[in-house]
């Protein structure tokens, strides 16, 4: 299996708070992406990144910032969280080194609820 | 736009039989992967299968196969001899092309369930 993890693996916070949740991998990956899930909207890509500080927005960036200061780490950060950013979040890495071969590994996913 | 269209929102299948699952796509690309992901009810996501575009042959991993038809931008997955350790969300993906965009494409996913 992949080693990648995410923490934490369930949270509840407050609305208006600030949360933080990590990814971190042990493959070497250069890409690295966040993703929602919430019923009937499959996976939506939040941010990812191609590198030491090199980030990229997805679909459903607002409300959402990241940060890649090392290879092995991937933080996604709610600057202010809302009720509607209650999902699962996955964490996931690629090589996508050869051609178009750019299968995903994943991590176990964060539930996070805000109340 | 690129996109991928599952049209099937559930299915089911009896135990032991065989069931396709239908993924559509949109590309402008000539070489490219597709790919099939399971997620059980545990929410890991698993990588069933995977097809290279330029290939002709339809890829097969045990009792998962496609059948993939490049014209019709159609990639397909079938499971045989379906079991109950198959009942889970399967999604179809592909992968955006473009620079630094290296991302993966996703359907909205189908909901299997397996009745014994």
Redesign the interface.
């Known amino acids: 299996d992949a080693g990648i993890t995410q923490s934490p693996r369930h949270k509840v916070t407050e609305t208006g708070t600030p949360v933080t949740l990590r990814c971190h991998q042990t493959e070497n990956h250069r890409y690295m992406y966040w993703y929602r899930q919430d019923p009937g909207h499959g996976l939506r890509l939040i941010h990812y990144s191609y590198g030491v500080k090199d980030t990229d927005k997805g679909e459903v960036s607002d409300g959402y910032s990241v940060s890649r200061s090392k290879t092995e780490d991937f933080l996604l950060t709610l600057e202010s969280a809302t009720s509607s950013q209650t999902s699962v979040y996955f964490c996931a890495i690629s090589d996508a080194g050869t051609g178009m071969n750019t299968e995903a590994f994943f991590g176990q996913g964060t539930r996070l609820t805000v109340v | 736009a690129q996109t991928v269209t599952q049209s099937q929102p559930e299915m089911s299948v009896q135990e032991a039989e065989t069931v396709t699952l239908s993924c559509t796509y949109d590309t402008s690309?000539s070489?490219?992967?597709l790919?099939w992901y399971k997620q059980p009810p545990s929410?890991?996501?698993i990588?069933v299968i995977?097809q290279?575009a330029y290939k002709q042959q339809n890829a097969t991993e045990n009792r998962f196969s496609v059948n993939f038809q490049k014209a019709a931008k159609s990639f397909s997955l079938k499971i045989s001899d379906s079991q109950l350790g198959d009942a889970a969300m399967y999604?179809c993906?592909y992968?955006s092309?473009g620079g630094?965009?290296?991302?993966?494409i996703?359907?909205?996913?189908t909901s299997l369930a397996v009745n014994p």
């Open positions: 690309e070489d490219y992967y790919f929410r890991q996501m990588l995977r290279e999604f993906a992968p092309q630094n965009n290296r991302k993966l996703w359907g909205l996913g």
